[in-house]
């Protein structure tokens, strides 16, 4: 690392931030980890450039913030089990996870942060969509915070839109049937365990309905916050190129990969760190 000074620029007024002046392949000491951990909780998301990560260095710096943990759906690449392919063919409309959503909020534990490297790209396009859940839990009104405080989300890892997305990897890579589906219930406003901050905690890929109450009764109640999250006042837009690399917290932030380059080939390697039961 050139002169031991990050430079992090801001990409947005409302979450993530380039981080240069670093080489991630190199060993870093614990002072530039806790200066990126710092940088992960202002920004949300931090990307970096310019970056050429063996997939054995890949995972040396995803442990640095915390334990890897494997996806519990798509088997992971050759050798590497927690690295999972995110990947869409030439001849694939579809891609992986490609709407809003916040990762496997259907687990226990779902992730804390995930950390995307680029391999493959297609010539242009297959950006990928943040937003702030801050921004969105405090927008709202002080009548829809009180009524939302204490309810609970039921979320599935089969919910339709979501299962269409994964519906070509599942064919060759995937651990678990098909049909299974895990569920998980969380709070709907959570509080962040590192900085106490409220924000929303639900999601279209995976959320079903509240606890207690049927899905057509909190369909309008749940299409309002999904609106709400993705206001564009409260994104980032990131391009990727080669070299790059996206670190996000998963509880803090949603993401969503644009799904705008068929006819190519779009390959990116994901670690996932474990996370903490939402509270």
Request: proline residues 6%; charged residues 25%.
């Amino acid at each position: 690392m050139m002169d031991n000074v990050l430079k992090i620029t801001p990409v947005s007024g409302a979450l993530g931030a380039e981080i240069r002046n670093i080489n991630l392949a190199e060993e870093l000491s614990d002072d530039v980890i806790e200066e990126l951990r710092s940088a992960l909780n202002d920004h949300l998301v931090i990307f970096f450039r310019d970056q050429e990560l063996t997939e054995t260095q890949h995972l040396n710096f995803a442990r640095r913030f915390g334990n890897v943990i494997e996806y519990p759906m798509v088997r992971g690449i050759d050798h590497y089990p927690e690295i999972i392919p995110v990947m869409k063919l030439e001849h694939e409309t579809v891609n992986f996870g490609g709407l809003w959503h916040s990762d496997m909020a259907y687990t226990d534990r779902p992730p804390k942060g995930a950390i995307l490297v680029a391999r493959e790209l297609p010539p242009y396009g297959g950006d990928t969509l943040f937003a702030n859940m801050y921004m969105a839990y405090d927008a709202l009104s002080d009548g829809m915070k009180d009524m939302l405080e204490g309810l609970r989300a039921v979320n599935s890892s089969s919910k339709a839109d979501v299962s269409a997305t994964r519906e070509d990897r599942m064919k060759t890579s995937a651990i678990v049937a098909t049909d299974h589906e895990s569920i998980g219930l969380h709070p709907v406003v959570r509080t962040h365990p590192e900085n106490g901050k409220k924000l929303l905690y639900v999601n279209p890929a995976h959320t079903l309905r509240f606890e207690n109450m049927t899905e057509e009764e909190s369909t309008p109640i749940l299409n309002y916050l999904y609106a709400r999250q993705t206001h564009p006042e409260f994104t980032c837009r990131f391009v990727w190129q080669p070299g790059s690399i996206a670190f996000w917290d998963n509880r803090a932030c949603q993401h969503n990969p644009v799904n705008d380059y068929h006819g190519f080939k779009r390959v990116m390697h994901r670690i996932t760190l474990e996370g903490d039961i939402p509270v």
